[in-house]
């Protein structure tokens, strides 16, 4: 058997059955799925930093949508709370470093 231990997208399972294989599987609880979703973000984050591929800002968005979802947040939510930082705070196209702050005297 080959092992996998992680979280997947809820079609895995069909596309394993699809291919010819049985995968074996469990549903998580609430706690162990909020692990593993945090998991899951720092493997999708990880796999974009090596790759710089779209389809990984994808998985991490999608990740992102389901923690929300996870901690009773929805996506028109997320997207409001988004649009107002934005809003207020700007985004990062301009690439602005802050070095630090003069003490005013």
Known sequence: MKRFDKLVRDKIPQI???SGKTPIIRILD???YLVCLEKKLDE???EFHE???SEEL???LEVVYALADAYGCSRETLEEI???????RGGFAERIFLIGNAEND
């Open 82 to 88: 988004y649009m107002r930082k934005h809003e207020d």
């Open 44 to 46: 999708e984050v990880r």
């Open 16 to 18: 394993i059955e699809a």
């Open 30 to 32: 609430r706690e162990e």
């Open 51 to 53: 790759s710089k591929a």
């Open 58 to 60: 994808a998985d991490i």
